[in-house]
């Protein structure tokens, strides 16, 4: 974290909702940053709920994560979870094609072994292709990371149908080299 900077040290990418109740145990507050006001707000409650705090930030992903490197802010932790398809302000976005450019911008505030956690709900993207996808941003941010975990869906809400390729992916990576770094 920058010194003098006491604000929020989680930043949550278009993911707000489902994170805020694993983050309450560790985090005093989050950044939300969504396009959607109905998601803002649907995170603002659930985080009131949970006791943490949030600072919501309306708008594309892109221009908050360009403006969070400039001001020189960083985060101990990053969560990605972008659609699979959507049409933004910056065009259309496919996680296939956009993953390295996401992964880059948001590389660059996380603090040096902070965490990224880069979430995947595609099933026709296998994982082994969406984690190359993600080094090729870390190597863009001129940083490294290493996975600590592989999470997924819940098989109680979503029991694995057999021969079927994983739906929800969720890779959790420790970030080495130091962040704020140039992006390529
Ligand atoms: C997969 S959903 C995340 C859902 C959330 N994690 C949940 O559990 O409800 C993707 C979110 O990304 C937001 N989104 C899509 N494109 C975006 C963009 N370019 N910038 C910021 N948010 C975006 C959508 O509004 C949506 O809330």
């Not at 190359?132 to 941010?141: E, F, M, N, T």
């Not at 869906?153 to 079927?164: H, K, M, Y």
Request: glycine residues 10%; positive net charge.
């Amino acid at each position: 974290m920058p010194s003098g900077w006491t604000g929020p040290s989680h930043l949550l990418i278009t993911s707000p909702p489902y994170w805020q109740p694993a983050l309450a145990g560790g985090a005093a507050a989050v950044v939300n940053v969504d396009l959607s006001p109905r998601a803002l707000a649907w995170a603002k409650e659930n985080a009131a709920l949970n006791g943490v705090l949030t600072e919501d930030k309306k708008g594309d992903v892109f221009h908050w994560l360009r403006r969070f490197r400039r001001l020189r802010r960083s985060f101990s932790l990053v969560v990605l979870d972008p659609p699979a398809f959507a049409r933004g302000p910056s065009g259309p976005f496919s996680i296939a094609k956009e993953t390295p450019g996401l992964v880059a911008e948001a590389a660059a505030v996380v603090e040096e072994g902070g965490l990224l956690i880069a979430c995947c709900n595609q099933q026709s993207l296998p994982r082994q292709r969406f984690l190359a996808l993600v080094q090729k941003g870390l190597r863009r941010a001129g940083r490294s990371g290493h996975s600590v975990a592989h999470l997924g869906a819940s098989p109680v809400d979503f029991p694995p149908a057999e021969g079927q390729a994983e739906g929800l992916k969720v890779e959790v990576l420790r970030l080495e080299g130091s962040r704020l770094a140039s992006v390529q």
